[in-house]
């Protein structure tokens, strides 16, 4: 099951989150990209065993969160947090 957030600003790289409805680093991601003005299609892997088998494909990981940007596999939260503090999230963003 996936679920929408409204629709980024025009341009903007779609993001989506592998998620799960208890996964404090599902929220903090969320809410880290909320407050950056983003939107994102979320993906709730213990709503649906087919998502969590191709999330489990596209990026060889079992945890969540799993996000991408574009086409990007940016990883888990600590992943977007230490791109973010390297100054290279926003490019991945625009």
């Given at each position: 099951?996936?679920?929408?957030?409204?629709?980024?600003?025009?341009?903007?790289?779609?993001?989506?989150?592998?998620?799960?409805?208890?996964?404090?680093?599902?929220?903090?991601?969320?809410?880290?990209?909320?407050?950056?003005?983003?939107?994102?299609?979320?993906?709730?892997?213990?709503?649906?065993?087919?998502e969590r088998?191709?999330?489990?494909?596209?990026?060889?990981?079992?945890?969540?969160?799993?996000?991408?940007?574009?086409?990007?596999?940016?990883?888990?939260?600590?992943?977007?947090?230490?791109?973010?503090?390297?100054?290279?999230?926003?490019?991945?963003l625009r």
């Amino acid at each position: 099951m996936s679920l929408s957030t409204p629709d980024a600003a025009a341009g903007a790289a779609a993001i989506t989150i592998y998620s799960t409805a208890v996964c404090p680093y599902c929220v903090a991601a969320k809410n880290f990209l909320q407050s950056k003005g983003q939107t994102w299609t979320e993906v709730r892997i213990d709503l649906d065993p087919a998502e969590r088998e191709k999330m489990m494909t596209l990026t060889r990981r079992t945890s969540v969160p799993q996000i991408f940007i574009g086409d990007v596999h940016v990883g888990g939260y600590d992943d977007m947090m230490a791109l973010h503090r390297a100054g290279k999230l926003d490019e991945l963003l625009r």
